[in-house]
């Protein structure tokens, strides 16, 4: 019940479009990384930000196949399975044409020595972000396969994979071509754990761990290191905090809005890099959490969104959200708080957290790259912990408890 909700909650293609109010980010120029091999079982992969108006999603290079076949992909923390298009995916099976709408790619099994079929069908269903396009529900259908899967130098050997022959509509604008899953193995469709999950049973990578430093795109040089820590892109210790899988769900002390505290009974946060903002609680809790921001964010869509005029969103002058996991705070900052218009209410601003009105996710909330981008986040496979460090880009710790 929980695998599709949660395979649907990290695919979260476009969620928000419009143009995004005015942002004032400290942008520090970072020479761009490449992505390089590592003999000793750790990668560095590159990650571009898919833009439109707000940050929406990092994907980055994987090779698939022998030789290998490039493809791009988001890593996606909260799903399991590697899902590609195969060039037998054509437009009227759903799947944009290589090369129209970017750089797009398709895999083309025949090409590769190392493909084998399994002969099993599977079904990927995708929601769209809780409340924000109530009727966009997307769906990948297609082939179960293994094949050699490369990222950054390390390999797993017959990968199992969905190979997309069909899909709806609503991925036809992305400019990857498929996800990544990185979540623990008991979720997935297709079966059998994540391709960091053979990494690890291989024991391809020198730690059973990955770290990511998303970051916002005026800011740029997002990357994913798999097996280690990127070290240079910290600036504090690391705090961690326990997570139960297959989720990476922590329990947090306390969460603040403009320093208030948020009466909350049950107080989980999971984390997911494929999900561009925040989504959970019930209407009346973010009713809550917005009223101590601005008496004008109402909800505007039954399903979930909140928002106000665009006109008026310069008088808030600070909404800051502060998780504080194990007794230390992490700040979604001010300049988060709207993702831009929303589309069916021209002139309306959509804030960054979402109501789970259907409950979905077991009252936890789902803490995006609103909060990720702003901090170094350490998925700890091996040792069933989660992390986050600051970065260069945190915003400023000013008070003690903030230390
Ligand atoms: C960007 O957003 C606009 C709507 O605001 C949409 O029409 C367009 O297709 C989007 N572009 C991409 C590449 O997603
Ligand atoms: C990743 O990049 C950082 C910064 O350039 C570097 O220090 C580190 O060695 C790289 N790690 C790998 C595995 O390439
Ligand atoms: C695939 O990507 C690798 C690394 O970026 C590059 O060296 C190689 O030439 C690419 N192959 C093709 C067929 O584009
Ligand atoms: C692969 O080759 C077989 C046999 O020639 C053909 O039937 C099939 O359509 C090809 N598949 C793709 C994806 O090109
Ligand atoms: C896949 O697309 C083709 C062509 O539109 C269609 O005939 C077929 O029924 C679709 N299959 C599924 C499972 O959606
Ligand atoms: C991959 O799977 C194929 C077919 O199941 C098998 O013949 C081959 O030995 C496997 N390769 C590895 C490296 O496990
Ligand atoms: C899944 O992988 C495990 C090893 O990680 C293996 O023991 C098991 O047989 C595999 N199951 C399937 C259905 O392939
Ligand atoms: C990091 O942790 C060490 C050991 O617990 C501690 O001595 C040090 O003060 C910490 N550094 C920061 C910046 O918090
Ligand atoms: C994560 O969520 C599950 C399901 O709600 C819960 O059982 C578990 O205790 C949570 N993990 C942590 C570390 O709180
Ligand atoms: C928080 O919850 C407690 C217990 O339900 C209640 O007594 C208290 O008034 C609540 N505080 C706020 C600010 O809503």
């Not at 960091?196 to 800011?219: C, H, I």
């Amino acid at each position: 019940m929980f695998l599709s909700e949660l395979v649907a909650l990290s695919a979260l293609f476009s969620f928000v479009l419009g143009s995004h109010p005015k942002i004032s980010l400290r942008a520090k120029s970072k020479s761009e990384k490449v992505a390089r091999r590592d003999v000793n079982g750790a990668g560095n992969v590159t990650l571009a930000n898919y833009f439109n108006g707000t940050d929406l999603q990092w994907y980055g290079a994987i090779g698939v196949g022998t030789p290998p076949q490039n493809l791009t992909v988001v890593f996606d923390s909260a799903s399991t399975d590697l899902l590609i298009p195969s060039v037998a995916c054509s437009p009227s099976n759903g799947c944009p044409s290589e090369g129209i709408e970017g750089p797009l790619h398709k895999f083309n099994q025949n090409s590769s020595s190392t493909f084998h079929t399994q002969n099993k069908g599977f079904y990927a269903p995708f929601g769209t972000g809780i409340g924000v396009a109530p009727s966009d529900f997307e769906s990948q259908t297609g082939i179960i396969a293994t094949d050699t899967v490369c990222v950054s130098g390390l390999c797993a050997k017959n990968q199992t994979m969905g190979l997309v022959m069909n899909e709806t509509a609503g991925f036809a604008n992305d400019p990857f071509d498929g996800i990544l899953g990185l979540a623990f193995p008991a979720l997935g469709v297709t079966g059998n754990g994540s391709f960091f999950n053979s990494l690890v049973q291989a024991k391809a990578v020198a730690e059973a761990l990955y770290g990511f430093y998303l970051t916002p795109n005026v800011v740029g040089g997002a990357e994913l290191t798999l097996g280690g820590i990127d070290e240079s892109k910290i600036e504090s210790n690391i705090t961690y905090a326990k997570v139960a899988p297959p989720f990476w769900n922590v329990t947090f002390d306390d969460l603040t809005v403009n320093g208030v505290s948020v009466n909350l009974t049950y107080k989980q946060a999971l984390f997911d890099t494929g999900t561009s903002n925040v989504v959970g609680g019930d209407i009346s809790q973010l009713q809550e959490i917005y009223g101590i921001i601005s008496p004008k964010i109402k909800l505007i869509d039954k399903n979930g969104a909140f928002g106000m005029p665009c006109s008026e969103i310069q008088e808030i002058v600070e909404a800051n959200v502060k998780f504080t996991i194990s007794g230390k705070t992490f700040m979604i900052p001010t300049p988060e708080l709207f993702v831009g218009e929303y589309p069916s209410l021209p002139g309306v601003c959509q804030a960054f957290w979402n109501a789970d009105v259907t409950n979905s996710y077991g009252g936890a909330f789902i803490v995006g790259a609103s909060l990720l981008k702003y901090y170094y986040s350490v998925w700890d496979f091996g040792n069933s912990r989660f992390g986050l460090a600051d970065t260069d880009i945190s915003p400023p710790r000013v008070s003690d408890a903030d230390q």
